[in-house]
């Protein structure tokens, strides 16, 4: 059995308290319904605002791995290092497109760049603009089909494949001189996984 413990007495010098009136019971009860409100509400607001944003990123990654051709803008770091393609810098008119199977994986770049930038990226990859070869449009046409590229325009149009041993990705790339300022690149780089 438990022994029960004894109350403490009021103070003798303390008035009692006066009973509570209608308006101060009315803010009080204001104040504790705005407290449970914002107790519910704020985790509510958060996980509405939370599921728009997780929605919203799910489109946006389904927009992009449906893409069907080049879209405009860089590649990401993890692609452009997995593949092993240094987009330079300065470059515009800068497009990929990546496909990807069980057998190989394959990144398509465009971009234009200076001939101080030409020389970066082929640096990069680990060749140079000796080992082009002029007049050699090394990307397939099954590649150019799905690219969507057209080697006919105004060149001369240079070319080379810088071939690796697997697991390190092949390079086919060819570059445009039509204007020797600002040579247009266009890369395949293709590695199996």
Do not use: C
Request: proline share 9%; aromatic share 8%.
């Amino acid at each position: 059995m438990t022994a029960s413990l004894p109350r403490q007495a009021a103070p003798a010098d303390e008035p009692p308290r006066p009973p509570e009136d209608r308006r101060h019971m009315i803010r009080r009860r204001a104040i504790t319904l705005l407290i449970i409100g914002l107790l519910i509400g704020v985790p509510a607001g958060y996980l509405v605002i939370s599921a728009n944003q997780s929605r919203n990123s799910g489109k946006d990654k389904e927009a992009k791995y449906s893409a069907t051709s080049l879209a405009a803008g860089y590649p990401s770091k993890v692609q452009r290092r997995l593949y092993q393609v240094p987009v330079p810098h300065p470059a515009d008119s800068v497009a990929y497109y990546e496909t990807n199977n069980w057998k190989t994986s394959r990144l398509y770049v465009e971009f234009r760049t200076t001939n101080a930038g030409l020389d970066a990226f082929l640096n990069g990859v680990g060749v140079g603009r000796e080992d082009l070869k002029k007049g050699d449009i090394t990307i397939s046409a099954r590649d150019q089909h799905i690219s969507g590229w057209k080697f006919t325009g105004p060149g001369p149009w240079w070319g080379l494949v810088h071939a690796q041993k697997n697991p390190a990705p092949t390079q086919d790339i060819v570059v445009n001189l039509a204007n020797p300022d600002f040579p247009m690149v266009y890369v395949v780089s293709r590695t199996v996984p």
